[in-house]
């Protein structure tokens, strides 16, 4: 089984609608992250956590919304979604900041 | 947090030859790390190299880092085309974050 597993894995959405992504993980990291990612770009960090009462935002948290429900689980949420937020989304975990380790992404199509 | 800048954008070669792609960075740093993005999946890590360090290998890869010239390259040797993806560097300054540049897209041709 995978360590980091993200659902759903594609989503198509309409403007507006509210949508969560959610992320597992196997690993027992503390530290949790979510990024998007553009075509032909970097990632960016919306939003992070270091353990189930920390939660931090990244370069691009407006729009978004987390809840780290438990240790294990991190989910992003799309208040209002619009078209601009299309991307790529993953998760990741890391134990100390150094190494993060990726899901396998979430791509979200918002028309 | 600071951004890796990746060169070049994109590589082109032939299965069995070496890739090398460089990062350069601008700030001190504790390690960088190099990551691997398969087409529309999630990055995979593939090594790091601490400050005090200058050369490190893992396999067909090796590591290089010149913490005076605030840079960092990437050779793959032997290339196959298992190896055609994005690889993004990812400067580390002891705190949480990784910023992402845009990475190196490598094409390797059979």
């Known amino acids: 089984d995978a360590d980091v597993t993200q659902t759903p894995r594609n989503r198509i959405t309409k403007t507006g609608k509210r949508i969560m992504l959610e992320c597992s993980q196997t690993?027992?990291?503390?530290?949790m992250y979510w990024y998007r990612q553009d075509p032909g770009l970097g990632l960016r960090l919306i939003y992070y956590s270091f353990d189930v009462k920390d939660i931090n935002k990244g370069e691009i948290s407006d729009g978004y919304s987390v809840s780290r429900q438990a240790q294990a689980k991190f989910s992003l949420s799309l208040e209002s979604a619009i078209p601009n937020q299309t991307a790529l989304y993953f998760c990741?975990?890391?134990?100390?900041?150094?190494?993060?380790?990726f899901g396998p992404g979430t791509r979200l199509t918002v028309l | 947090s600071q951004q890796g800048e990746e060169d070049p954008q994109a590589l082109s070669i032939q299965e069995g030859e070496n890739a090398t792609m460089n990062c350069s960075y601008k700030?001190?740093?504790?390690?960088l790390q190099w990551y691997r993005q398969n087409s529309g999946r999630g990055l995979v890590h593939l090594i790091l190299?601490?400050?005090?360090?200058r050369e490190k290998h893992s396999g067909r890869l090796r590591v290089t880092l010149d913490t005076s010239k605030k840079s960092s390259s990437l050779l793959i040797t032997a290339s196959r085309a298992a190896d055609t993806a994005s690889y993004f560097c990812a400067p580390g300054a002891g705190s949480y974050q990784l910023t992402f540049g845009k990475g190196t897209k490598l094409s390797v041709i059979p």
């Open positions: 190299i601490r400050s005090n360090e």
């Open positions: 990741a975990t890391s134990e100390r900041g150094d190494t993060q380790y």
């Open positions: 700030t001190s740093i504790n390690n």
């Open positions: 690993k027992g990291h503390d530290r």
